[in-house]
């Protein structure tokens, strides 16, 4: 077996918590209009074995500490959970903390790998089937499936929400946005990312159109405010 990693990032500092190795697998069933890595849709060429990506994993254990570990990020890396277990296998035999970035639209499996994951980081597209469906140009169904494991899995949960201007950023999706993650268990963390457009030249060197070419990068104080917001009513929705 062998997995198609993209590229591995150390030091990484945002991915989970702690000093963290991110593992970028490549390959993704979503088409998100707002996507920065376009490149990784395509699963590119299985490059490593598990245990060549334990032992690169495990060069940088004594900079984890406490807190860090490992992050398998994509592209989707539900894509590759049989690649992922295999590791994950390996990486617990030395008591690596092991989160996962995801969507939560791979190819089944999802009990399994998440008995390997401690930390889950949930991409949330969008709250509607329609918003979802024009947004990723894929169905909602295979991410509710994932929640409802996920929920009954007991891991921990960081919820990401990227908030693009004129779609997300208003009172009624933030409403729609308080009741998906009532849904969601175990939630230790959540975050709001303004919809950045770093990834533009990417669209032209592959030939491929940018549907959001035209709208603006999200302004990062109201992306903060939206934030201070959302949180006063989830924090206020959780005691009652």
């Known amino acids: 077996m062998k997995g198609a990693v993209d590229s591995i990032e150390t030091f990484g500092l945002v991915d989970g918590p702690g000093i ?3 593992v970028f697998l490549s390959g993704c069933k979503l088409r998100c209009k707002y996507c920065h890595n376009p490149e990784m849709w395509i699963r590119g060429r299985e490059n490593y074995t598990p245990e060549e990506l334990a032992e690169r994993i495990l060069r940088n254990k004594n900079y984890f500490q406490r807190k860090g570990g490992v992050t398998f990020s994509g592209g989707e890396p539900l894509l590759q959970s049989k690649f992922i277990i295999e590791v994950a296998k390996i990486l617990k035999k030395e008591n690596i903390h092991i989160a996962l970035d995801t969507a939560g639209v791979g190819n089944g499996d999802y009990e399994e790998v998440l008995k390997y994951i401690d930390l889950v980081i949930l991409d949330i597209k969008h709250t509607t089937k329609e918003g979802y469906q024009d947004l990723t140009g894929y169905s909602i169904d295979e991410s509710l499936k994932f929640i409802d494991i996920l929920n009954q899995s007991g891991k921990t949960v960081w919820i990401r929400q990227v908030v693009v201007p004129g779609i997300m950023d208003n009172e009624e999706y933030l409403d729609s946005l308080l009741l998906t993650v009532k849904k969601i268990k175990n939630i230790e963390k959540i975050e709001f990312l303004p919809y ?8 032209i060197t592959l030939g491929i159109e940018n549907p959001y070419l035209d709208i603006p990068e999200m302004d990062k104080e109201k992306c903060q405010d939206l934030y201070k ?12």
């Open 229 to 240: 917001k959302f949180m006063k009513k989830y924090q206020e929705s959780r005691n009652l």
């Open 196 to 203: 950045h457009k770093l990834g533009s030249e990417k669209y």
């Open 20 to 22: 963290r190795t991110v």
